[in-house]
């Protein structure tokens, strides 16, 4: 049977041949799940989180979105360029990270997912880039050694990114394993793990239906969540 992986929904005001507000998951970010072996599970993200829903699930995949509320990570004031932010979902996705990191489930962070669970252990964001990585695709140095080197079997990897959002502090409980070249960090991996965990900045669904290197991060996943953990 295919590991069954979650994907909390995202909330969005209408979609193509649906009559009113939806609920959504990336096509290609689905698509990249089962070519790997997964069978995706998109999730309603309802508020409050109910840690037994996540029961009959293999591993999670925290995707990206729209903006954390800056005060989850302990801003006090709101940049003007923040966009979607959404009470419940943060609210839900901010309990299923804490739930991941604290029972070790496997788990890929993508994006709005990496800034979450930098938030749920204590880092902070910078609410907006003088100059952002939105339609970017640019080159990330991956730390040798890494359990990210290790999936992409290179040190250096084509990121297609779309975050106007990066890290300012990361939290104690991450350690960057990847940079942009202007500093950004572009990937973290728990400096304890408790099973496996992967947060990447970056859209690697974006090119995994062209690029193999991108498409083996959703393979490892899929491999963890059957049982494989750390074995690349």
Known sequence: ??????????????????????????????????????????????????????????GVLLPGGGDLHPRHYGATSEHEALYDVDEEQDAFDLALASHVLETGLPTLAVCRGFQVVNAVLGGALNQHMERDHRHKVHPVTVTPGSLLAKILDSEETMASCYHHQSTATL??????????????????????????????????????????SQQSLFHALVRASAGGGHRL
């Open 171 to 212: 939290a104690p409980g991450l350690t960057p394993t990847a940079h942009a070249g202007d500093g950004t960090v572009e990937a973290a991996e728990l400096a304890d793990p408790r099973g496996w965990f992967l947060a990447v900045q970056w859209h690697p669904e974006d090119t995994a239906a062209t690029d193999r």
């Open 1 to 58: 049977m295919r590991p069954l992986i979650a994907i909390p929904a995202r909330f969005s005001a209408s979609a193509s041949a649906l009559r009113y507000a939806a609920e959504v998951a990336a096509r290609a970010l689905v698509e990249a799940v089962y070519r790997a072996g997964g069978e995706p599970f998109v999730m309603h993200p309802a508020a409050p989180f109910d840690p037994s829903r996540l029961e009959r699930c293999d």
